[in-house]
């Protein structure tokens, strides 16, 4: 390596201490980052890239868009974490569970509407 690259002190764990501080979801972001790479060192500007954003929005945020793209996507990127954070995904509600259906409801348009028999 040439002598003005070996001056960064980049390494996968500083990425990782760093990407642990933010949150879990996070750092597993980040170490899948560097496990797609061959060489370790190409992985390097996507991580800062990634770790970044947690400057112009939140660390919270950035835990939360991680979260949400890992329960998307098996190896997200610095764009679709971005694309998370910018359409404010992480901020919404996350789904409720589908709540048990009671007899307690209503066809609305009538039985002839659903194939019964008309009176």
Not at 32 to 55: A, F, M, N, P, T
Not at 91 to 101: A, G, T
Request: hydrophobic content about 30%.
């Amino acid at each position: 390596m040439p002598e003005n690259h070996k001056l960064y002190q980049w390494n996968a764990d500083r990425f990782l201490n760093w990407a642990k501080s933010i949150g879990p979801g996070t750092q597993e972001v980040i170490q899948r980052h560097i496990r797609r790479y061959s060489v370790e060192e190409q992985s390097y500007k996507g991580c800062i890239s990634i770790l970044k954003l947690s400057d112009k929005y939140t660390a919270l945020r950035l835990e939360n868009a991680c979260q949400l793209a890992l329960s998307h996507i098996p190896n997200p990127t610095y764009k679709n974490i971005k694309l998370i954070l910018e359409a404010g995904q992480d901020e919404r509600e996350k789904p409720k569970q589908r709540m048990e259906e009671s007899e307690d409801h209503a066809l609305v348009r009538g039985s002839s509407y659903y194939g019964g028999k008309r009176s």
